[in-house]
């Protein structure tokens, strides 16, 4: 078990241009979840996925960001033509099919300039 | 309007010492309460879970308390160590939704 991975830690970008980022959830947990969060707030949801299905998006999640989850293991989340208000973290959290504790990974941090 | 509200906001303690954070809520139905431990830029750790049956949940000096009549929870950090200076996330959750609280932001200074 070596917990939930995200890639990259750390993201510098122009504004306009598109970033996307990786999450490897524990092997086998089939739930898998991404937040965004800003200095001082906690965590907003972004999307949820069961397997391959995405089941919730937030109405956070404007037309220029996607999620996907194409074979149920890794996530990729995609934010195209980037904005300075998309700079925050990016978090990745998954859980197992069965019991209840939730696994954040380290986050991603997009800092749009 | 938050419907997980924490306070205080932040506080700061000597190391040592003991402290108690809050947790009101208004998510209903639930069926857990979660305590989590933030480090600045890292991604948040599980410390306690507590169905809505249970009252108090332990995890070494951390002991989460439960009132699902009232709304509230509690997080009391005892004898209060350096490492314990982060920022502390009260969660609500039904079926695969959560829902945060801001934080309290802790700081343990020596």
């Known amino acids: 078990d070596t917990g939930v991975s995200q890639d990259p830690r750390h993201k510098i970008t122009k504004r306009g241009q598109n970033v996307t980022f990786r999450c490897d959830p524990i092997?086998?947990?089939?739930?898998l979840y991404w937040y965004r969060q800003t200095l001082g707030q906690g965590p907003e949801f972004l999307t949820y996925?069961?397997?391959?299905?995405?089941?919730?998006k937030s109405r956070l999640l404007s037309d220029r960001f996607s999620a996907e989850r194409p074979k149920g293991s890794f996530s990729t989340l995609e934010i195209q033509r980037t904005e300075q208000g998309d700079s925050a973290m990016y978090l990745c959290?998954?859980?197992?099919?069965?019991?209840?504790?939730?696994?954040f990974g380290e986050g991603s941090w997009l800092t749009v300039v | 309007k938050n419907q997980v509200e924490q306070s205080p906001q932040s506080l700061i303690i000597l190391e040592g010492k003991n402290c108690t954070l809050q947790c009101n809520y208004t998510v209903s139905p639930f069926s857990n309460l979660r305590w989590y431990k933030q480090d600045t830029g890292r991604g948040p750790v599980s410390l306690t879970i507590m169905t809505f049956s249970e009252n108090t949940k332990s995890n070494g000096r951390y002991t989460a308390t439960l009132d699902a009549d009232t709304k509230q929870s509690s997080l009391h950090i005892t004898a209060s160590q350096l490492s314990d200076s982060a920022s502390y996330i009260c969660v609500v959750s039904w079926d695969y939704k959560l829902s945060f609280g801001a934080g309290t932001t802790v700081t343990v200074r020596a």
């Open positions: 996925f069961q397997n391959e299905a995405q089941l919730e």
């Open positions: 092997s086998e947990h089939n739930r």
């Open positions: 959290a998954s859980r197992p099919r069965s019991g209840n504790t939730i696994y």
